[in-house]
């Protein structure tokens, strides 16, 4: 019986790891879509901006000038996710440096804090002892943990708890970040990190928040992924290795 156990579990280890490997090829294949896409879309958005600009600038009748205020908005809007698009596209290189986890992990409470506050939401931070030391871009990682926690908070909207908790595996550092929210079904876990992905179907926020928390996990040669095991709410971990040399590039 406990042999069977043991193989049932590894069999479901090596399915998640299966999984995990078919997403982040698609999200590979993805990005090479997105760089082409992102140049032919934002010139005429550039343009359709510019124009309207110009044409604010000399309007004077209130209504066309709330017409030509909208038309330059939703352009500008457009941009930014076009902007977007490219970091996931075409991401910048990390500047390594020795840093401590705990410090990531607080910068980024201190940044949310507010936010989890006003919507009645207890955010929590659990660091271990000793501190945990790693090689990485520090910016990017708490740009990265700060995507996760938001996702966290759109998706409980109001009261809640989120807990960010560290620790170390083996040459990984994992921050976890867990939710008692309404969760993310299986068949969401895999789409979530999708540029092109809607999460309204999984009850999470629009944007590219978690793609540009894949993007740099990758970028440091680590993984952003679902606990599907983790239940009610939401676990996202996010993995980055101790020093690069710790593991092999994920491009």
Known sequence: MASR???????????????????????QS????????????NNPLANIASRAQALLNGETDPNRRHELAT???????GHEMIADLML???PSQPQLADCRLSEI????????????RQQQTLLKLETPHPDIRLKADANQLVLALCAIVRNGLEALKQEGQIEISLAQADHMA?????????????????LVFDPFHSGREAGRGLGFGLTKCWTIAHAHGGDV????????????????????SSTSPNE
């Open 5 to 27: 156990e043991i193989d049932s579990s590894s069999s479901q280890s090596s399915s998640a790891q299966d999984e995990r490997r078919l997403r982040n090829e698609k999200l």
């Open 30 to 41: 993805l990005r090479r879509l997105a760089y082409g896409a992102s140049h032919e879309i």
């Open 71 to 77: 038309i330059y908005a939703q352009a500008m809007r």
């Open 88 to 90: 996931f596209a075409r």
């Open 105 to 116: 992990a607080q910068a980024c409470f201190h940044q949310m804090n507010e936010a989890a």
């Open 174 to 190: 994992t921050v976890s970040v867990q939710d008692d929210g309404p969760g993310i079904p299986d068949e969401m876990a895999e």
């Open 225 to 244: 992924y679902i606990d599907t095991a983790y239940g009610p709410g939401a676990r996202i971990v996010l993995e980055i290795p101790i020093s690069p």
